[in-house]
């Protein structure tokens, strides 16, 4: 199960530790949900989601402030005595020394932002979204052709470094060479990003490694991106069968998720870099409610019809 550490979800949200004397190197997160315990300050706790990490915004606290003290210290232990990762304040809100107190007795970490409690919900979620979603990793290259995210995959050697090199020179932009890792954000997004060891290097067979945000610059690279088509290179074979029209769409499958694919034969003189970049450019076409291959149908029915027409 893929798991994320409390201490980098501080660093990355900026969050600021009320509980410094905790040791919390051991504590993780393991879902992207969140729970805002404002029944449990009422005294509901059944089905509550202790395992999550828990939003007080403004709306609990002051419920809290306006509970006596023994109510307080019941409502307190039956919230702090779970195996909590942790407790967020928004809008800088303190907890009162009661509830630090408690916390410290049971081992929760508590935390602070200034952030909006809307804003910071969203902001964590989305963040933990992509960082909890399921992954996996596929040989191949992965660039960003005009906004499209373009997988390019094949066999080892055929051209695909080279093609996202070109890209690249043409101004595109590198996400990832030879290792990409997918993961499912969503049931209809995948995202793709780069090993930390492999990020912004390029493999070119006769040259070696090459470092494309130093060659090319940081707007050369990219550090992930969503995956919208994907481009299967193999060798051209004459004693197989190609699409010529694209009328009906081919889709891979990636964590349960379909992915357009074109399959493209590779050949000596074929320009690949033009090639994706016309791929991407008629997807975004598609997207956007335009198919040539469904035009020239349309112009090839009207004019088998007017002839037709015209023989009677």
Known sequence: MASISLQRIIDKMKLTNLTPDLDISHIKITQPDINRPALQMAGYFEHYESTRLQIVGFVEYTYMEGMTDERKKEIYVKLLNHPTPGIVFCRDLVPDPLFLETAMQYGVPLLSTSKATSAFMADVIRWLNVKLAPCITVH???????GEGVLITGESGIG??????????????????????????????????????TKHFIEIRGIGIVDVKTLFGVSSVKEDQEIDLVIKLSEWSKDQEYDRLGMEEEY?????????????????????????????????????????????????????????????
């Open 140 to 146: 191949g290259v992965l660039v960003d052709v005009y």
């Open 252 to 312: 891979t499958e990636y964590l349960g998720n379909k992915v357009v694919c074109h399959n493209i034969p590779i050949r000596p003189g074929r320009n690949l870099a033009v090639i994706c970049e016309s791929a991407a450019v008629n997807h975004r076409q598609k997207k956007m409610g335009y198919n040539a291959a469904q035009e020239l149908y349309k112009r090839v029915q009207a004019s088998l019809q007017k002839n037709g027409e015209d023989e009677e």
């Open 160 to 197: 695909k470094s080279e093609a996202a090199l070109e890209l690249i020179k043409r101004g595109h932009r590198l996400v990832t060479d030879d290792v990409v890792e997918i993961r499912k954000v969503s049931e209809d997004m995948l995202m793709g990003t780069a090993p930390t060891i």
